[in-house]
């Protein structure tokens, strides 16, 4: 199958949930077609997942990456490390238990 053969068995419908943008030909003759996922319940918006390159007989999907996503996630991980090695320690410290008797 050849390349154009291939962009035209694409699905363009947004209601199938995934939609191809149209392809751009780059000066240097890789191909670039953006993906993104539709997005029903928040009133029909795309939300970018990435984008196809071809570029000879070569093809390689690059995904859009959520930096704050991917920062918030480490935040929120960081949190719960926190809050569960401090829970950790107020339950049983780390130190030995020494108690005061007196003789008599």
Known sequence: MKFPDALDQLPTDPIAG????EPYVTPDGATVIAV???RERRGGTAEPLGVFVFHGEKARWIPAVDGNRVALLGALTGLLAATIATLAVLRQPPWPLIT???NK
Do not use: Q
């Open 18 to 21: 995934r939609v191809y943008g």
């Open 36 to 38: 993104a996922k539709v």
């Open 100 to 102: 005061i008797t007196e």
